[in-house]
C-alpha cells in the first residue's frame, strides 16, 4: 500500500528525531510543508492540504476544497498566521484559516502563467510567484499582479526552488545552487546530493537544508562558506520519492515529509 511519512526531528549534531507519524491514505504522499508563524501548526499539502499540530502529530483540520485529488505543491502561511497561500495544478489559492474559505488567486495549469511555487512576502501583503514567465510579486488584497521579472531561465523554475527570508537569494537546482533573486545571477554551486526533491533556508538565512529525490540523505549547508555543516538520515518511514522539508520559526526544528509505496 501507498502512504505518507511525516517526521519532525531537532536540527543538532547529531540530529534528534522527535516523532514520526503516518498517514493511511490511498495514493496520498507529502508535496510540501510549512509551520506557523507561532510553530505549534504545520501545514502538510499533497493529494491533500492537512493541518498538523507540532508538539504530537494530531490533525486538525483539512479544508473542504483541498480534501481530494488537491495535488497541492508548496504551502506558505502569512506573517500573521491568518492564511496560508496553496499551489494547486499550476494555480495559486489564499485560503483563510479563520472562516476556512477562500479568499482569492492567480496562475493557470500551463503557459506563462503556470506557477511552480509560491511564498508569502515578509510583510504579507504580497505573494511571490516562481512561474513559467519569471518571478511575479501580487497585491494580496485584490490578487493584481504588482511586478513582475520576466528575465529569469525557465530552467530554473522547473525544479525545487527556495526563497530567503530576506527576498535575497534563490536556492535552487537538481544539484544544489544560489542565485542572486534581484538579477538571478549565481551566487555559488554546492557540491550536494544529486536529484534534490526539496529545498528550504534556514529562518536565520545562514544555512540551506536539502533532501534528495532518490535517496535518505538530508544535508544541511553554510550559505556564506559554502561548506557541509550537517547530514542527517531520515527514518526509514521517510520517502525517498518527493521528500519534503521545513524550519520551524525558531530554526531547531526540522520537518520531514513524503511518500513510501
Known sequence: SRFSALSISYVSSPYKLLYTKLVQRDYSWINSLAFSPNGRILASGGTYLDFFRVGDGKDLFTPPKFYSNAQVECTSFSPDGKTVVALWYGSVHLWNLSTNSELG????????SQVFSCFFSSSGDSV????????????????????????Y???????????????????????LKLLRLSDGS?????????????????????????????????QLWSVTGGNLVNSMQEEPYAASLSSELAFSPNGKLLAVGGRQD
Not at 511571490?128 to 528575465?151: F, N
Not at 530554473?156 to 530576506?166: C, E, H, K, P, Y
Not at 546530493?193 to 540523505?217: E, Q, V, W, Y
Open 153 to 175: 531561465e525557465t530552467a530554473f523554475f522547473t525544479g525545487t526552488i527556495a526563497v530567503s527570508l530576506n527576498d535575497q537569494y534563490v536556492a535552487t537546482g537538481d544539484t
Open 105 to 112: 488567486g492567480f496562475g493557470a495549469q500551463e503557459g506563462p
Open 128 to 151: 511571490v510567484a516562481l512561474a513559467a514567465g519569471g518571478i511575479q510579486i501580487w497585491q494580496t488584497s485584490d490578487m493584481t499582479m504588482l511586478k513582475e521579472y520576466p528575465s
Open 186 to 218: 549565481i551566487v555559488r554551486s554546492f557540491q550536494s546530493t544529486p536529484f534534490i526533491g526539496s529545498i528550504k533556508f534556514s529562518p536565520s538565512g545562514d544555512m540551506i537544508a536539502c533532501g534528495g529525490r532518490n535517496s535518505h540523505l538530508i
